[in-house]
Each structure stands twice: as structure tokens, then as C-alpha cells.
Nanobody, 114 residues
Framework: VQVVESGGGLVQAGGSLRLSCTAS????????MGWYRQAPGKQRDLVAV???????TYADSVKGRFTISRDNAKITVDLQMNSLKPEDTAVYYC?????????WGQGTQVTVSS
């Protein structure tokens, strides 16, 4: 199983970015799919997760600004990030929970300048 993220970059505070993630390999579906982030010197924290049925959970710090969505047929998950703040700066990792285990992408850098 491979998990690949895209869409990171540099943006000014108040701007928007959209992250995308695709899980591929000998799989037909995924259970929970989510986004996590890790800032320098800090632990990796949950940003948002979505179940196969579409139920979502968000970190308090991103509620109302970020939206997670998925396409079950394509096994993709996106994260729309609006009203970005400098404290959102981190490496963002995609996670896919599949029958055979939990799989991580390599991460994509998001930098928000003030």
C-alpha cells in the first residue's frame, strides 16, 4: 500500500491551501482516512479524520476553518484549509487505515507566513 500526499506550499496568513492524498496498491477500500500534522519539536497531532461512512472529527484548533472530504471509489482524502494561521505551519501527513494496517504518507510541508 502506498499513501501519497500533494498540495502543500507557502501561503500568507488568511490564505487557503488544499491537500490531497491517494492510497493505492492491492486495496479496494479504506476505513478511516485522516490528516495529522507535526510542527518542529512537537508531536504529531490529529488534524481531521473521516470514516468510510463520512463521519468527521476535527481538532478544536481547526474547526470552522478546515474541511475534510473523501472519495471512497478513488480512495482519496482531501483537506481544504481556509483562514490559515502561522500556527498551522507544519508537515502534514495523510493516514489511511486499511484492513491490513495503518499506512502513512511521506508528508507535505505547509508554511504560513505572517
Amino acid at each position: 500500500v502506498q499513501v501519497v500526499e500533494s498540495g502543500g506550499g507557502l501561503v500568507q496568513a488568511g490564505g487557503s491551501l488544499r491537500l490531497s492524498c491517494t492510497a493505492s496498491g492491492s486495496i479496494f477500500t479504506a476505513d478511516d482516512m485522516g490528516w495529522y500534522r507535526q510542527a518542529p519539536g512537537k508531536q504529531r497531532d490529529l488534524v481531521a479524520v473521516i470514516t468510510r461512512g463520512g463521519s468527521t472529527t476535527y481538532a478544536d484548533s481547526v474547526k470552522g476553518r478546515f474541511t475534510i472530504s473523501r472519495d471512497n471509489a478513488k480512495i482519496t482524502v482531501d483537506l481544504q484549509m481556509n483562514s490559515l494561521k502561522p500556527e498551522d505551519t507544519a508537515v502534514y501527513y495523510c493516514n489511511a487505515v486499511i484492513l491490513s494496517g495503518s499506512f502513512w504518507g511521506q508528508g507535505t510541508q505547509v508554511t504560513v507566513s505572517s
